[in-house]
């Protein structure tokens, strides 16, 4: 067909079978987009269903997943604030440290002052 068509002329046979061939895809397209979309809504029909049936016959079941799920989503922040009040520990922790080094540098400063007077 595809050589028929460079020369510019198709018996009508090709013509058919050209036609056809555009409309057997098409179906078949079709076809596929249709199943897709079957699937689909079959899928999220049987989700709804799903999902009732845990908030009917397991709301204790429903609330764990949804308690696992933030716990899940929540836990790399955790982790990020251990880490953070870990640091901020020792930075007050070196605070305090320099601190007293700063006090007992000036007692030492003003004690040897004082004896020069």
């Known amino acids: 067909i595809a050589a028929a068509e460079e020369r510019g002329k198709l018996t009508a046979r090709e013509e ?3 036609w056809a061939e555009v409309h ?7 076809a ?4 897709a979309e079957r ?8 989700l709804r269903a799903m999902s ?15 308690d ?3 716990d899940a989503a929540i836990a790399p922040l955790r982790h990020a604030l251990d880490q953070t009040r870990g640091q901020a520990l020792e930075l ?6 320099a601190q007293a080094q700063n006090a ?14």
């Open 52 to 66: 009732l049936s845990l908030r009917e016959e397991a709301p204790e079941a429903v609330q764990m997943l949804v």
């Open 32 to 35: 596929l987009e249709a199943a």
């Open 39 to 46: 699937s689909e809504v079959a899928a999220e029909k049987m």
């Open 16 to 18: 058919v079978a050209a």
């Open 104 to 117: 007992a540098a000036s007692q030492s400063t003003l004690g040897s002052w004082l004896k020069w007077t």
């Open 68 to 70: 696992a799920a933030c």
């Open 92 to 97: 007050a922790a070196q605070l305090t440290e």
């Open 24 to 30: 057997r895809e098409e179906a078949v397209r079709g």
